[in-house]
């Protein structure tokens, strides 16, 4: 997923508040490596979702788009 300042991270789950699913924990990811950072906690509205495949060689390929329904 991309957040609005651009960087890129990895889905873990959503978080409730005040009975809603409208938050996200996430691990941010070096772009170039694909090596895990930091976990961070992000509001859902405004993030992009991308569903990406890795492979061994290390490539990757954008399987689809996907968004929250709200």
Do not use: C
């Amino acid at each position: 997923m991309s957040a609005s300042s651009g960087e890129q991270h990895a889905f873990v789950r959503l978080l409730p508040s005040n009975g809603e699913f409208d938050w996200i924990e996430a691990v941010k990811v070096e772009p170039r490596t694909g090596q895990p950072g930091d976990v961070v906690t992000l509001p859902l509205s405004g993030q992009k979702f991308l569903l990406l495949r890795r492979y061994d060689d290390g490539d990757s390929e954008i399987v689809s788009e996907v968004a929250p329904i709200e």
